[in-house]
């Protein structure tokens, strides 16, 4: 199958959670920032991320307006105009994150200026479609009513010629990806921290799968490590 490179980028706890208020702790500022560096030094051609953590960290919570756009029936992909190589792949599965822009805004250059992509499944409010395109933001469609992880990377090689992307999900994005079996590396910064048992794990519903270790170094209690399919 033809597909991107796929590394999983992620700060977890030593019980190997991704989300939760250990995330928000003084001691994980340090991972964090170490996170933030790898991101930048991997030079990928840009990251995957979900509906959720796309709110969380650029959207904020926004919805346009629809009322004044008039729906596309088509379900046809819709490459943006555009000039970038690095690219902000938003699976958002019905449509519901309110972008401003075609591009991420944020002063960190492993994520700013980044050009944003949809994939969706084709149940979507057609007034969205409209609506993206207004303000330039390139949409695939990959499956009728869920995505299908598989269709979505070859529509990201066939449409924008993408070679590498960084997985920086929740749970189930991540995991959704992991039994798709298509995770190629997993680049994990660890903080010596346990989180709570309600916080979410690196793959939700996965499946049994090995890696062998690439690299791995500790600094100021951070231990991060690099993992490459077996």
């Given at each position: 199958?033809?597909?991107?490179?796929?590394?999983?980028?992620?700060?977890?706890?030593?019980?190997?959670?991704?989300?939760?208020?250990?995330?928000?702790?003084?001691?994980?500022?340090?991972?964090?920032?170490?996170y933030y560096q790898i991101n930048r030094d991997l030079e990928s051609n840009g990251f995957i991320c979900g509906r959720v953590t796309m709110e969380g960290s650029f959207t904020g919570g926004y919805y346009p307006d629809l009322s004044a756009y008039k729906s596309i029936d088509s379900r046809e992909d819709y490459v943006a105009k555009h000039d970038k190589k690095f690219f902000a792949v938003s699976f958002d599965t019905h449509g519901k994150l309110g972008w401003k822009k075609d591009v991420i805004v944020d002063e960190d250059p492993g994520y700013g200026g980044a050009h944003i992509i949809e994939v969706m499944s084709e149940d979507v409010d057609g007034r969205y479609l409209a609506y993206l395109q207004k303000i330039g933001v390139s949409y695939i469609f990959a499956g009728k009513t869920s995505i299908?992880?598989?269709?979505?990377?070859?529509?990201?090689?066939?449409?924008?010629?993408?070679?590498?992307?960084?997985?920086?999900?929740?749970?189930?994005?991540?995991?959704?990806?992991?039994?798709?079996?298509?995770?190629?590396?997993?680049s994990l910064v660890v903080v010596p921290i346990i989180a709570s048992k309600n916080d979410k794990p690196l793959f939700m519903d996965a499946t049994i799968e090995n890696y062998k270790q690439k690299s791995i170094n500790t600094e100021n209690g951070v231990v991060c490590m690099r993992y490459i399919k077996d």
């Open positions: 199958m033809k597909k991107p490179y796929i590394t999983c980028h992620m700060v977890t706890s030593i019980d190997g959670k991704v989300t939760g208020e250990f995330l928000s702790c003084p001691e994980t500022e340090v991972a964090t920032e170490k299908d992880v598989n269709v979505a990377l070859e529509k990201l090689v066939d449409l924008f010629d993408i070679k590498h992307l960084l997985l920086e999900g929740g749970s189930i994005i991540n995991g959704a990806f992991q039994r798709a079996g298509v995770v190629d590396e997993l």
